[in-house]
């Protein structure tokens, strides 16, 4: 079955570099694409970007200065880099596929 | 960016009671190859989204059928037929018709 698991620190300072890894299983990476979003505690969830099975990628337009994503293919795995971070980046983020299957999410706090 | 405005914010039900939220864009929502990409996710709390209703009618595998999905190019209606207990939560539409995709703010669904 499809299945999506994120991970990265829980605890990022100000002005850093958030990694986060999406480990997918259940489909493949060439064949179906991966977004994040996110979800500040208490509010709605924004779109971040996607990695199009092509390899393609787009962005949030507020956030496409700060953000990367790529992937690793023989790892089934998406890569989210976003930097810069500030404390209105603290939230949950999730990896999600086509079709809105959703992981767990990881909660990331930004604080110093 | 495609602006989803749904509405309303907040809505109070008792258990049987039908309701219906409103999703409403900024631009049509149909794409070139004919599909409009307007989808439902229901957020219970401290869970991650789950989908309810893809490419405006169509209901997922597993949903109940008092969930239904209405619209067409701009306006678009979510309409739960009779409210059960396990329905609480905060609706949201999204549209994956233009990238960047793009969220409403979210419908809270509270019991009466």
């Known amino acids: 079955q499809v299945q999506l698991t994120e991970s990265g620190p829980g605890l990022v300072h100000p002005s850093e570099t958030l990694s986060l890894t999406c480990t997918v299983s259940?489909?493949?990476?060439?064949?179906?694409?991966v977004y994040w979003v996110r979800q500040p505690s208490g509010k709605g969830l924004e779109w971040m970007g996607r990695?199009?099975?092509?390899?393609?990628?787009s962005y949030n337009s507020a956030l496409k200065s700060r953000l990367s994503i790529s992937r690793d293919t023989s790892k089934n795995q998406v890569f989210l880099k976003m930097n810069s971070l500030q404390t209105d980046d603290t939230g949950t983020y999730y990896c999600t596929r086509e079709g809105w299957y959703w992981g767990q999410g990881v909660m990331v706090t930004v604080s110093s | 960016d495609v602006v989803l405005t749904q509405t309303p914010p907040t809505l109070s039900a008792t258990i049987g009671q039908s309701v219906s939220i409103s999703c409403r864009s900024s631009q049509s929502l149909l794409h070139s190859n004919g599909n409009t990409y307007l989808n439902w996710l229901l957020q219970r709390p401290g869970q991650p989204p789950q989908l309810l209703i893809y490419?405006?009618?169509r209901l997922e595998s597993g949903v109940p059928n008092r969930f239904s999905g209405s619209g067409s190019g701009t306006d678009f209606t979510l309409k739960i037929s009779g409210v059960e207990a396990e329905d609480l939560g905060v609706y949201y539409c999204v549209q994956s018709t233009h990238a960047p995709y793009t969220f409403g703010a979210g419908t809270k669904l509270e019991l009466k």
């Open positions: 990695m199009r099975y092509n390899g393609d990628t």
């Open positions: 490419l405006v009618s």
């Open positions: 259940g489909f493949s990476l060439t064949g179906y694409s």
